[in-house]
């Protein structure tokens, strides 16, 4: 007769687990760790790239604003040119339209604003519109100015996008002349 094992009486003890991360966990928070590194990447280049046109919307609306309230006060004459370099500005350039408007005594003069750098994508243009009085006419003095309207428009835009400037209209009223 062979002798037969004994099995222990003892209970058995739980396997522990191993201290420390498994190759599996370290490589999937790392796969995690790069993918959000790259998306914040591109939200940090895309919000760059929203604020530089910002910056440059906001300086093609300010330079045509400019322009066209110096061809109102008539520093400026309301003589139509294209693409004007600002002096201040060396990459921006303006251009000058006049037209009769449909209101005798006033013109339509219309200033358009554009950014030099024509090779890139996202070149920035701006334009406003404004009836001036023309300081080529003869006024009456006896000539109800009453009916008489100045309007400004604006729009700007950037390759296929759009933006809209407000226009406003006012009306001048009194015996002698504008106000």
Known sequence: MKPVARRSTAPRQARQPAAGLSLLEVIL?????????????????????????ARDSATA????ESKLNEIASGIVPAESNNLAEFPEF??????????????????????????????TPNTIAF???R????????????IQVGSTSSGSSGSGSSNSSSTGGSGTSSGAAGAGGLQ
């Open 90 to 119: 060396p990459d921006w350039y303006y251009s000058v339209q006049s037209e009769a408007a449909s209101q005798e005594g006033l013109i339509s003069v219309r200033v358009t604003v554009q950014s030099a750098t024509e090779e």
């Open 127 to 129: 334009s406003l519109t």
């Open 61 to 64: 609306q300010m330079l045509c």
């Open 29 to 53: 928070a790392i796969a995690i760790l790069g993918l959000s590194l790259a998306v914040i990447g591109q939200l940090v280049r895309l919000g760059s790239r929203n604020a530089r046109f």
């Open 131 to 142: 009836w001036i009085v023309d300081p080529a006419a003869e006024y009456d003095t006896n």
